[in-house]
């Protein structure tokens, strides 16, 4: 029997994303066959709400806020920061809770992107890095890969 894994819960049909939707596919579902499945959401999780304005990463990825050295910002300005922190941290006792080995997490978010992220500019633009929950949880152990056609 394979080791469980931890999803983001957006990729599990749950309507958690920023906008109020999901992002299952048959890629996902493929690649989770047979899986025991630890699906959560960080942002949810953290305290915020859904829908909710969109968020980038400004100064920096994950690790540099998990470092204090960089913030998750709405395209308001707010400061989520704390938010993402909070969440990233409930996931990362989620994922051990539930036994998890690894993790499939939503492409490019602020909290679960893995090698690529947004670059706080607010248009569009990729920038190389980890969201806060992947940059956690490469921290402790549980390997990250982006989802299949997400």
């Known amino acids: 029997m394979e080791e469980a894994v931890f999803v983001s819960a957006c990729l ?37 709400e859904t829908p909710r304005r969109p968020a980038e990463l400004v100064g920096g990825d994950g690790h540099d806020v998990l470092d204090g050295t960089a913030r ?21 006792a989620a994922a051990r809770h539930g036994g998890c080995t690894e993790a499939l997490l939503m492409p490019r978010s602020p909290s679960c992107g893995r090698g690529t992220v947004y670059d706080g500019s607010f248009t569009g633009r990729p920038a190389a890095g980890d969201g806060v929950t992947a940059a956690l949880f490469e921290r402790h152990g549980i390997p990250v890969r982006p989802a299949p056609g997400a």
């Open 12 to 48: 599990r049909g749950v309507p958690c994303r920023f906008d109020g939707r999901h992002k299952a596919s048959p890629e996902v579902e493929e690649a989770l066959a047979g899986r025991t499945v630890v699906p959560f959401c960080p942002e949810v999780a953290g305290g915020l």
């Open 72 to 92: 998750v910002v709405e395209d308001t300005g707010r400061d989520v920061t704390a938010e993402f922190v909070e969440g990233a941290r409930r996931a990362l």
